[in-house]
């Protein structure tokens, strides 16, 4: 039910260069502090999406720390990832109810990784939980009061579906800290009962998708895929995912080439996380939407690459003229780091995490519609300097605020608030929400009693039917 994962081991040396003396020495004393504790981060998928690329570069450098970490990934049954989306999805606001049956395979997989867990006697001092598909895991493992459990959501929580958010904060009573990329993400409903962070995603500068390529190289991959380094090109890399609003895209890219002859768009999505499995039906309709347009490309399967995907999506991110993350929910998006830390313009919806990291026409541009979008698409295209301009800002903006060490000391200083606070470490089980019960849907007997006799532990899950967007 679980894997470890291995990568290969980072040098931290490697990184002074990029940050501040202030954070180097910050994370050496920190880290020097938390030298003797076994950290381990799970999430739910091993490639794909923001967390599996934040945690697939913070573990090796949590090690080069000097801080024995590992990354396991659970491996539940599909249909839990089909839950496990629909749960994200209603988070970041769709319409919709979590049917009994959906919750009971939520919590039943999560149940088999805690035996597994148990099993196999996985233990650890300190331990980060990602996203919601592993939140129900803090409660179902034995207690150990030296240890520390932290949850950290990364998807947007702007307007969320308020009947499943409601269901679902109980569980993170079973946390000792809650990490959010945004403060805006917070839940009012929270009410200050178990601590909260706010740490916001960062890349890693000498990840292969990050370091540095030569344009030659860049527009030598780029035509390996059928562009033409000749003309214009814009690309969106994400995930097949209605949140990133991939047909609003080609409505835009439509409008700029009335003015941008021969403006090419590209699609990446060839790195699909394993726990989402709505992206075969999102690429139809793109497909159908771009109408067998020759200068639309959709990319989606990773056969056949002229390299890795890191290296093809560092290709299509350096030989642009302009990147555009057109989403309509965004709990930070990566994708847009990636991209301003090449120094590229980029254009982004105006929503959640894209909105924290470009400054409006100063190292980027926000925008609310594929018209607006495709306005700044023929802006930027026709103006060089501008596009410099706003490419050197965003990578300033980057190097200052969104790489790896600063995210790494963000996770380290709320281990350490946990830790040297002993007395809240030992009066867990006191940190609750007021009023309210932690779910217990796993203790089958009880639970059916529960529901019977009071009708709570049924209420809590369920939510309003309406027709979804997603
Ligand atoms: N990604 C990738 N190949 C693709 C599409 C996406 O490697 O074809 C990566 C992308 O470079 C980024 C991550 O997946 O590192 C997506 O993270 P982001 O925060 O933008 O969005 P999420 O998928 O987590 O919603």
Redesign the pocket.
């Known amino acids: 039910m679980y894997q470890t994962l291995s990568h290969p081991p980072v040098s931290f040396d490697q990184y002074l260069p990029l940050i501040s003396s202030e954070l180097a020495n910050d994370l050496a004393a920190v880290a020097a502090d938390l030298r003797d504790l076994r950290v381990v981060h799970l999430n739910s998928t091993a490639t ?4 599996a ?1 934040i945690l697939q570069s913070m573990v090796p450098f949590m090690n080069a720390l000097g801080i024995t970490t590992e990354r396991v990934v659970i491996n539940p049954p599909p249909r839990f990832f089909q839950v496990s989306k629909r749960i994200h999805n209603l988070l970041q606001g769709a319409n919709g109810e979590l049917t009994p049956e959906e919750l009971k395979i939520y919590f039943r997989s999560i149940r088999d990784v805690a035996s597994a867990i148990k099993d196999h006697n996985l233990t650890a001092d300190v331990w980060y939980l990602h996203d919601p598909q592993l939140l129900p895991l803090a409660q179902l493992l034995p207690r150990d009061p030296e240890a520390a459990w932290f949850w950290l959501i ?1 998807i947007d929580l702007t307007a969320p579906n308020p009947q499943v958010l409601e269901s679902l904060l109980p569980l993170t009573q079973a946390y000792d800290r809650l990490v959010f990329s945004l403060d805006s993400y917070v839940p009012s409903q929270l009410n200050g009962a178990t601590p909260v962070y706010i740490a916001p ?1 960062a ?1 890693d500068p000498l990840s292969v ?1 990050n370091m540095p390529m030569e344009e030659p190289e860049a527009a030598r991959l780029v035509a390996a895929m059928g562009i033409d380094p000749a003309r214009p090109l814009v690309t969106q ?3 097949f ?1 209605l ?2 609003d991939p047909c609003g895209v080609v409505d835009a890219y439509r409008l700029a080439r009335q003015e941008v002859p021969g403006l090419q768009l590209a699609l ?4 699909q ?1 394993s726990d989402d499995p709505e992206a075969l039906d999102v690429l139809a309709s793109v497909e159908e939407h771009a109408a067998q347009d020759p200068d639309i490309h959709l ?1 989606f399967s990773p056969a056949g690459l002229p390299d890795s ?2 290296i093809v ?1 560092n290709a299509f991110q350096t030989a642009s003229q302009v990147v555009v ?1 057109k989403s309509i929910r ?7 780091t ?1 991209a301003m830390w090449k120094g590229k313009a980029v254009i982004g919806g105006n929503v959640g995490g894209i909105r924290l990291q470009i400054q409006d026409g100063v190292s980027g541009y926000l925008v609310d519609t594929s018209e607006e979008c495709a306005w700044r698409i023929v802006e930027l295209m026709q103006d060089p300097g501008l596009r410099d301009r706003i490419g050197q800002k965003a990578r300033e903006s980057v190097r200052e605020n969104y790489l790896l060490p600063r995210l790494a000391l963000d996770y380290l200083k709320v281990a350490k608030s946990r830790l040297s606070d002993a007395a809240e470490s030992n009066d867990h089980q006191s940190d609750v929400l007021p009023g309210v019960e932690i779910p217990d849907p796993l203790a089958k007997p009880a639970g059916r009693r529960n529901a019977r006799s009071n009708g709570r532990a049924a209420s809590k899950v369920r939510v309003t039917r309406s027709s979804s967007r997603t």
């Open positions: 794909g999406g923001g967390v690329e990364h995603p890349i998708k890399v994400s995930r995912d949140w990133k990446l999505g060839l790195s996380a990319y995907i890191d999506v993350q965004e709990g930070f998006g990566l994708t847009v990636e």
